[in-house]
């Protein structure tokens, strides 16, 4: 079936048993196995999984939603007839279907010497059950004698996700590590992109564009990628513009205007815009072009020329890592150490938010304001903000409503949840920078 086929009984299917919250986690990667019985227990880095022997069947995978305080698990043992597992900083105790956990340092099991290759990947823990041998791997998951796969093809493509975006019909996800992948609304399928490190999506008309650490991709039919040359060998941000029919596309040290189909304007490419050597972001709306950086702060394309908006022009930081520009022009940059700082026509002004101040990700859509940070995501809808919590680990990179779901990717798996009413902000509406 092609990729972009999603049949009428999956759609159905995935509407009538949506949960409302879903973490999604990959567990290819496996630390330790133990049998106990007929079942197989896997520590992985995206959980514990639970195995049937006898149905080779994957039951159950624990995670940050049934009591473990990181995805990542190092080690099994049984003790007094329980399971634990030891993850960083803590030990674990299965009870009645979820982990409790005391604080105490964790070792790793250890390697295998001269670890074999299984499906071409390392061997990283080997154990004979009922006449089998089992094998887990560094990234192939779990096979039984070598030939037959027990973990489930059906994962998200890694627990690091930094972009998502909605395109022909499924939700696209960009990893830190291991490529591209998509959900139908049923399941996920790997994509064939000829890069690991995804820094963002954007889609388009004219296709989905990637960019990455290897160049900036397009698919026009989500199954085969062709790289754009003429352009920087790494491409860390993306924004379209629809009203203009033009993407963006940043460098470090450049950004790129690229006109797609029917489009009026004309590619160009601007070298150390306002000065900077280390864009972050761009964002773009109905020709409003906005810049993010690290060494000069925000920057905004004005007749031409770049006005630099940094500590010097009285922001609180010059060290912007996110930008975001809503439908009246007013832009969203998401600081280090500082929060969330919008500039509008009555000048800049932080937002109060009870956030954590290391923001990382910032976007103004649906009428809304979606943040993430190191520690913690939310929504802010005029005078209002909704934290989105808990979360399967702290930092979220990506924070985006496609459809009523809302998905948050973080560096320790991808939770799904409905999208968040509206609560009273704790503060009162902005307040002039000091």
Request: aromatic share 6%.
């Amino acid at each position: 079936m092609p990729i972009h086929a999603v049949s009428l009984l999956a759609v159905a299917l995935a509407t009538a048993q949506v949960p409302e919250r879903q973490l999604f986690t990959n567990t290819r990667h496996v630390e330790d196995l133990l049998v106990v019985g007929d079942t197989l227990w896997a520590a992985t880095r995206g959980g514990v999984e639970q195995y049937d022997l006898r149905r080779l069947l994957r039951q159950r995978v624990y995670t940050t939603e049934d009591g473990l305080p990181s995805l990542a698990a190092r080690e099994l043992r049984l003790v007094a007839g329980r399971i634990e597992v030891g993850v960083d900083g803590a030990r674990c105790s299965l009870l009645d279907g979820s982990f409790l956990c005391n604080s105490q340092p964790t070792a790793t099991a250890a390697d295998i010497p001269g670890a074999p290759q299984v499906e071409g990947r390392r061997a990283t823990r080997m154990i004979e059950a009922a006449g089998h041998t089992i094998a887990g791997t560094a990234g192939r998951g779990i096979w039984l004698d070598g030939h037959t796969p027990l973990t489930p093809r059906n994962q998200i493509c890694s627990n690091h996700i930094v972009a998502i975006a909605a395109w022909r019909g499924r939700t696209w996800f960009g990893s830190f590590d291991n490529g591209l992948c998509s959900h139908d609304g049923v399941r996920f399928e790997d994509a064939a992109l000829p890069s690991l490190l995804v820094n963002d999506l954007a889609a388009t008309p004219d296709g989905l564009f990637v960019a990455t650490s290897d160049g900036l991709f397009r698919t026009r039919n989500g199954e085969t990628f062709e790289r754009l040359t003429g352009m920087a060998h790494a491409i860390n941000d993306l924004a379209y513009d629809r009203a203009q029919r033009v993407l963006y596309a940043t460098n470090p040290g450049v950004l790129y205007r690229l006109p797609l189909s029917r489009s009026r304007v004309q590619p160009r490419q601007w070298w150390m815009p306002g000065g900077s050597r280390s864009l972050q972001a761009v964002a773009a709306h109905r020709g409003n072009i906005w810049l993010a950086s690290e060494d000069r702060g925000a920057l905004h394309l004005v007749r031409g020329r770049f006005r630099v908006h940094d500590r010097a022009a009285g922001l609180p930081t010059s060290w912007a890592v996110d930008v975001a520009l809503a439908d009246d022009g007013t832009a969203y940059v998401a600081t280090l150490r500082h929060g969330i700082v919008s500039i509008g026509r009555g000048g800049a002004t932080r937002l109060p938010q009870r956030l954590d101040p290391w923001a990382l990700f910032v976007d103004a859509a649906d009428g809304a304001l979606w943040i993430g940070t190191q520690n913690g995501a939310a929504v802010i809808r005029g005078q209002q903000m909704s934290p989105i919590a808990p979360l399967p680990q702290p930092c979220a990179h990506v924070v985006t409503a496609v459809g009523d779901r809302l998905w948050i990717g973080t560096e320790g798996g991808l939770l799904a949840t409905a999208i968040p009413p509206s609560g009273p902000l704790a503060c009162s509406a902005g307040w002039e920078m000091p």
